[in-house]
Every structure is written in C-alpha cells, then in structure tokens.
C-alpha cells in the first residue's frame, strides 16, 4: 500500500481497485488481453510497467496464472534507475576526458614523425608534453578504477586498525617534491595513536587526494594544515584546512560530483582529472562517515570529514 500511495498519490486506494487506476492501464490492458487461454502464447505471461513519481521510480509487474488469477509485485528501483543514470553520464564523461590526452599524445608524435630534421630542443619539448599528457591520462584511468571498485565493491573492502599520523607522513613524504617546488608547508596535528577502522587503502587516497587538491589549485607558498577535531561519538573526526585561494561558495555544493570544475581550463592545463573529490566523498561514504567543504575562516578552505574509530 506504501508504494500505490507513493505512485498514484492517492491515500484511499485499495489493492482491489488499483487496477481501474489510469497509472495501471497497461497491466489491465495485458490482463484483458491475455484472459482467453486459446490466444495465450505462454503459459504465464507477464508484463512490467516502470513510472516514475516524484523522482522515484517504481517496476509494476504482473504475471498471468493459469486460473486466470493474477499476482502484481511492485518494487522501488530508484537507486538501480540513478545507478543506471550515473553510469551513463559516466560513461560520457569518460569518453570526453580522455579524448584531450590522447588527441595530444597522437599530435606530439605525429608531429616528430612527420618533422625528423626538427632541432633537439624543440624535440625534447615535444617529448616532455607528450610524457606529461600520457601520465595524466595514467591518473584518469587510475582515479575511474578507484571509483569503480567503490560502487562495484562497496563493501568489500578489507577493514583494519588504521594509524592516521602514519598515513598523513606516508602521504606528505610522497608527494614531498610537489610541496617543495610550491614552497608549501604540511603542519599536522593528530595525537599518535590516533587510530580508525578501515580500509587503509582508501584512507591513503583521502588524505592524498585532499593533499594533491591543495598542491593543484591552492596557490604557492601555502600551509596546509591537519588535524582532529572533535566530533561524533563512535568517529574520529579530521579537518583538512589551506590558506590558499579558497573556493568560491557558489561551488562548494558540487566539487564532489564526478568531473566537476570550477575552472575547466585551468584544471586541465594544471593536470587534475576532475575526479579526486569525487573519490574523497565516496571513500568516506564507503566507512559511513560525513564529507563536508566551508571556507576557513580567514581565508582559504576547510574539509571536515570523519571515520568510524
């Protein structure tokens, strides 16, 4: 009864008058159509209605008996529907991301093929392009099966006793080069033995993609700042701070969605693949805990997100 009130918005429906429902006319067409056994071309014939409602959606299915009496399930497929919608527009955003390295790759090297009398430095530099789109297109890849494996697998995933201030210096000593050559700093303040329950896996890409987000786009000479902070009970909760240039709060509520940008070009040219974000959120969502992006006060941005400890 829950779900025929959800689909026709009607409270004082019956399961024995549904069928008269104009949503229904299809399954009582069917059952019109399939009453006489001579015409059947099956024993139990069967038919499925899918509607949506009120951004939900629902599959009606009927199956015909051999008596003529007949059984109707309904079932809520909202989530497979937006599963199947976000793997569509995935698939999409796929095929267009990885258009642009691939493209670049094949005109460098055209390129030094059709131009061999071409002098050495012009060379290198053809080479060195070619050599930074094909590993950004390494990371595309890398970032699309992460995210896979976080909506195939969910959870799957091995959980164990997980020493955050071991992670933090795990992920600030390799991406060490790339903060020296921004003159940033990496300040943390996690007590030791500091511990969550989780996949340490995906604890590492949290923090090194939060950590690779302010390398990209927060600006030179930044400090990154992290730390606990208290939170929910149950949950080690962390705040991952900058002082950089911060994001526009017109943004704040879509920098998780898969291939979002707030500047398109400038993501390009810097080599993000649009997707680290996206991981982040779906990471923390795997250890059902909360992700959340303000500006910090003073300048900058400020992610605040929690596992369970």
């Given at each position: 009864?829950?779900?025929?009130?959800?689909?026709?918005?009607?409270?004082?429906?019956?399961?024995?008058?549904?069928?008269?429902?104009?949503?229904?006319?299809?399954?009582?067409?069917?059952?019109?159509?399939?009453?006489?056994?001579?015409?059947?071309?099956?024993?139990?014939?069967?038919?499925?209605l899918?509607?949506?409602?009120?951004?939900?959606?629902?599959?009606?299915?009927?199956?015909?008996?051999?008596?003529?009496?007949?059984?109707?399930v309904i079932?809520?497929?909202?989530r497979?529907?937006?599963?199947?919608?976000m793997?569509?527009q995935?698939?999409s955003?796929?095929?267009?991301?990885?258009?642009t390295?691939?493209?670049?790759?094949?005109?460098?090297?055209?390129?030094?093929?059709?131009?061999?009398?071409?002098?050495?430095?012009?060379?290198?530099?053809?080479?060195?392009?070619?050599?930074?789109?094909?590993?950004?297109?390494?990371?595309?890849?890398?970032?699309?099966?992460?995210?896979?494996k976080?909506?195939?697998?969910?959870?799957?995933?091995?959980?164990?006793?997980?020493?955050?201030?071991?992670?933090?210096?795990?992920?600030?000593?390799?991406?060490?080069?790339?903060?020296?050559?921004?003159?940033?700093?990496?300040?943390?303040?996690?007590?030791?033995?500091?511990?969550?329950?989780?996949?340490?896996?995906?604890?590492?890409s949290?923090?090194?993609?939060?950590?690779?987000?302010?390398?990209?786009?927060?600006?030179?000479?930044?400090?990154?700042?992290?730390?606990?902070?208290?939170?929910?009970?149950?949950y080690r909760?962390?705040?991952?701070?900058?002082n950089?240039?911060?994001?526009p709060?017109?943004?704040?509520?879509?920098?998780?969605?898969?291939?979002?940008?707030?500047?398109?070009?400038?993501?390009?040219?810097?080599?993000?693949?649009?997707?680290?974000?996206?991981?982040?959120?779906?990471?923390?969502?795997?250890?059902?805990g909360?992700?959340?992006?303000r500006?910090?006060?003073g300048?900058?941005?400020?992610?605040?997100?929690?596992?369970?400890a």
């Amino acid at each position: 009864m829950v779900f025929l009130n959800a689909i026709t918005g009607e409270h004082s429906l019956t399961p024995e008058g549904f069928i008269d429902h104009p949503l229904f006319q299809g399954i009582k067409k069917f059952l019109d159509n399939n009453q006489d056994h001579a015409s059947r071309k099956q024993d139990t014939p069967s038919t499925e209605l899918r509607l949506e409602r009120g951004g939900r959606y629902f599959s009606v299915r009927c199956i015909l008996f051999h008596d003529n009496s007949f059984e109707v399930v309904i079932t809520d497929i909202t989530r497979t529907e937006q599963n199947k919608a976000m793997r569509q527009q995935m698939t999409s955003n796929i095929a267009h991301e990885l258009k642009t390295p691939i493209a670049s790759v094949r005109g460098y090297l055209e390129t030094l093929i059709v131009n061999r009398e071409i002098d050495e430095e012009k060379r290198n530099h053809f080479l060195e392009k070619a050599l930074s789109q094909s590993t950004r297109l390494t990371d595309l890849i890398n970032d699309i099966v992460t995210l896979n494996k976080l909506d195939e697998t969910g959870s799957n995933f091995p959980f164990e006793e997980v020493d955050i201030e071991g992670v933090v210096k795990e992920v600030r000593d390799n991406l060490m080069t790339d903060i020296t050559r921004k003159h940033m700093k990496v300040e943390t303040a996690i007590e030791p033995g500091t511990t969550v329950n989780g996949n340490r896996s995906l604890i590492v890409s949290v923090f090194q993609n939060l950590l690779e987000n302010a390398i990209t786009y927060a600006g030179e000479g930044v400090t990154v700042t992290v730390r606990s902070i208290p939170g929910e009970p149950g949950y080690r909760t962390f705040s991952f701070a900058d002082n950089g240039i911060g994001i526009p709060e017109e943004h704040q509520s879509r920098i998780f969605e898969r291939f979002y940008r707030i500047d398109d070009g400038r993501s390009r040219r810097s080599g993000g693949t649009g997707l680290g974000l996206a991981i982040v959120k779906n990471a923390v969502l795997l250890h059902r805990g909360e992700v959340s992006v303000r500006t910090r006060p003073g300048g900058g941005v400020e992610f605040i997100f929690s596992l369970p400890a």
